[in-house]
């Protein structure tokens, strides 16, 4: 079990606030809650802008389900990098006296993991995997590349926290680029400077840094340096609740990480396919929800019309 990571007193009362305005619905489990209409409402009409600000690029739109292949975990090393956030798949795999002590072990809440067996499939921790393969099945690209815009698929985290902007399972809205390297890099300064934009046309006092991902154990802290000295990823950080402003989006170069794992080329003119390039960009729609709610006021109804009129919330 991850170690639960209490709120602050900010964001206790904040997330009581939301739990008593029926805005988010609790489970019993830190950082696992039903929504409410009014935040769904939220959550969606960020997500259609999100939709309209990538128009221009004329995405491809892909959608893929919060499961993976175990498989696809593994060939990109994720346990290597991220072990403490994974989640699998354990499904039941025994005989009908196994199942009735299975069952009855179950309804006293002992222990039943002993009658359980990995599955082939893993909970998707980043909504960007499953387009790496989907895309190198393909062949090599044409030149310039693609983008993807891979939706809003949930992701699992195991990280329990009493801080509502920190869930186990949330929506990133995902797009990605595959391409030439310059391409590829100028595409994620582009939408870093457009999510800072789209963020403030809704009120949010936005603003962006360089970042690390959460790396595993000491060989991780080299990475995270490295990453950071590269300036391979950026975040959008807004105030939510706590002392410490939050990423509401993130902004990945991944140079030829997943382009070498899974073979992915883009042609160029006539001669042999190069290796490509992968960016993805993700939003993080209940924290952007949240962080609405908690600028805006928790009452959608009486927000400020400007900010209502540009989320075309009716
Ligand atoms: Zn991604």
């Not at 004329?58 to 991220?82: C, D, H, K, T, W």
């Not at 100028?186 to 046309?201: E, F, H, K, Q």
Request: charged share 25%; hydrophobic share 40%.
């Amino acid at each position: 079990m991850a170690e639960y990571r209490p709120g602050d007193a900010e964001q206790t009362a904040f997330l009581q606030e939301l739990v008593g305005a029926g805005l988010l619905i609790e489970s019993g489990i830190p950082g696992v809650y039903g929504r409410g209409e009014q935040f769904e409402r939220v959550r969606w009409a960020f997500d259609r802008l999100v939709t309209r600000a990538g128009d221009g690029d004329a995405p491809e739109r892909m959608a893929f389900p919060p499961v993976l292949p175990r498989r696809q975990l593994e060939r990109i090393g994720y346990l290597n990098s991220f072990p403490h956030l994974a989640g699998s798949l354990f499904s039941f795999d025994g005989d009908e006296d196994q199942a009735a002590e299975q069952a009855a072990r179950a309804s006293r809440h002992e222990d039943w993991s002993g009658f359980q067996s990995q599955t082939d499939l893993v909970l998707t921790p980043a909504a960007c995997y499953p387009v790496y393969p989907a895309v190198a099945a393909r062949g090599p690209l044409p030149p310039g590349g693609v983008t993807v815009d891979a939706g809003g698929s949930y992701v699992f985290r195991n990280e329990p926290s009493g801080d509502p902007a920190r869930l186990q399972m949330f929506h990133q809205r995902e797009i990605v680029r595959i391409g030439e390297p310059d391409a590829v890099a100028a595409w994620r300064d582009t939408w870093r400077d457009r999510a800072v934009a789209l963020l403030r046309s809704v009120g949010l006092d936005a603003g962006f840094d360089v970042a690390n991902d959460p790396f595993f154990g000491r060989s991780g802290r080299l990475l995270a340096r490295s990453q950071r000295s590269q300036e391979l990823k950026f975040e959008v950080l807004v105030q939510i609740a706590g002392p410490e402003p939050t990423a509401v989006a993130s902004f990945n170069y991944h140079q030829d990480h997943f382009s070498g794992t899974y073979g992915i080329t883009v042609r160029n003119g006539g001669g042999e396919p190069q290796p490509a390039h992968t960016a993805c960009l993700g939003f993080g729609l209940e924290r952007i929800t949240l962080a609405l709610l908690r600028t805006h006021g928790l009452d959608v109804d009486a927000w400020p019309a400007t900010v209502r009129e540009e989320l075309a919330l009716a």
